[in-house]
């Protein structure tokens, strides 16, 4: 029996739903620009209305810091919403009282309507007892398909869960299920792929994977600050100094836990960070003192793919290089590639998640290759991070 409760376990039919969904997506002159998130909810919106439950749809868009905004409202989303379903959807501009409850009554098995923003009101992100009880008034389950806003234990993600039989829906299934099988209960050998900007953003991250994987490759500007503390002269490349010693740390616990650490042997540098600059590929004891690195060199990729090579699962956060600016996306869309490749051929179980992960892997066309990507950022960093979510924590049945 799964750990969590999901729509398997749930009597849908002539209910009233509320699920929990994510619709923060970007939008441009006043419509939707990328429907991914809404395609990645309608699976789990469409299974509720198919076997007659009434869908109650909630969900934030932008900070309106608990106060109404117009201009982050909930409204223009319906159209997106509507055709990715390709069935009706309503809209109230409330998300509890008369106006709510009224839409509520009205509605028919089968139909699904978007109440507005929930952080238009201050308890949502307090998690209010008060707002939770008024949005519970207006249910009869609840289904939580919300993976990305799982990491904050507000009104919509958390608290219902405690008033309403809670279930998760199929986006977040999948999110968790994928998840586990990367970290909790993994086939080894386990490499780990963390690049980005800064230490500092993945201490905890770079940390808590250090006693959980077989490798742990560290790409992106972060890896010159694990070469500064190995002694490396990296000239003017992006680095933090003063982590030089947390990145010794993270060092020791590795070798420690019989995680092999693996930093580029290779780079390709250039004076600056600009489309179509010279650039060159230097070893990386022999970076010149007015360059900088910007991504990683063909040796080093040939090393990172030959770990994935002996993977049984991978895991990703975060591009090898300045994949924004060719031609230092080539480690990135390389390695993306043989990855993607590797997932379909070898039977690597691959997750990657965050917004510039997913960005990179599109780039590469190598996303829909892959096991699983997740579109959360936050929480995917915190569950990287080895945290408790308290949205996915509140559906174990255990609880």
Known sequence: MAAFKTLDDAELAGKRVLCRVDLNVPMTAGAVSDDTRIRAVAPTIAEIADKGGRVILLAHFGRPKGQPNPDMSLEPVVAAVTEVLGRPVGFTPATIGETAKAAVD????????????????????????????????LGDLYVDDAFSASHRAHASTEGLAHRLPAYAGRAMQKEIESLESALAHPERPVVAVIGGAKVSSKIDVLENLTGKVDALVIGGGMANTFLLAKGVLIGRSLAEPDLVETARRIMAAADKAGCEIVLPVDAVVAVGLEPGI???????????????????????????????????????????????????????????RHAADRTQTAGLNSVAGGGETVAALHHAGAAERFGSISTAGGAFLEWLEGKALPGVEVLRRDR
């Open 106 to 137: 009205a509605m028919k098995d089968g139909e699904i309507v978007l109440l507005e923003n929930t952080r238009f009101h201050a308890g949502e992100e307090k998690n209010d007892p008060e707002l939770v009880a008024a949005i519970a008034e």
């Open 278 to 336: 010279d650039s060159q590929v230097v070893d990386i004891d022999a970076v010149p003192d007015d360059q900088m690195i910007l991504d990683i060199g063909p040796k080093s990729i040939a090393t990172v793919e030959s770990w994935i090579n002996r993977a049984r699962t991978l895991v990703w956060n975060g591009p090898l290089g300045a994949f924004e600016v060719p031609p230092f996306d080539a480690a990135t869309v390389a390695v993306a």
